[in-house]
Nanobody, 124 residues
Framework: QVQLVESGGGLVQAGGSLRLSCAASGRTNSWYAMGWFRQAPGKERDFVASISWRGAVTEYEDSVKGRFTISRDNAKNTVYLQMNSLKYEDTAVYYC?????????????????WGQGTQVTVSS
């Protein structure tokens, strides 16, 4: 089992930045790919970014390319999402997730463990 805890969300003006963190505990000695997803009210949970165990593979949803950066520090069991040039439409609850098969996939169904989420609100 892996437990994931997100932090770093908050209220920010459009054009601002936030850095989300996702701390993993439990069976963290396995080779997990990690992903960030987001869910706005009334909408489905959407892919944002993902990263493989060693960080060699990263994937981004088109609307965040060039603005968001996913990274990880395996020594600290932590994954980050640096979000710059935030837009109103980035407002959502952001979730991190772990994939036991080390596939940096885009579908929520590929992920085995989830955090509780952190709210990001961007004011226009």
């Amino acid at each position: 089992q892996v437990q994931l805890v997100e932090s770093g969300g908050g209220l920010v003006q459009a054009g601002g930045s936030l850095r989300l963190s996702c701390a993993a505990s439990g069976r963290t000695n396995s080779w997990y790919a990690m992903g960030w997803f987001r869910q706005a009210p009334g909408k489905e949970r959407d892919f944002v970014a993902s990263i493989s165990w060693r960080g060699a593979v990263t994937e981004y949803e088109d609307s965040v390319k060039g603005r968001f950066t996913i990274s990880r520090d395996n020594a600290k069991n932590t994954v980050y999402l640096q979000m710059n040039s935030l837009k109103y439409e980035d407002t959502a609850v952001y979730y991190c997730a772990a994939n036991r098969a080390n596939r940096a996939g885009r579908s929520p169904r590929e992920y085995d463990y989830w955090g509780q989420g952190t709210q990001v609100t961007v004011s226009s």
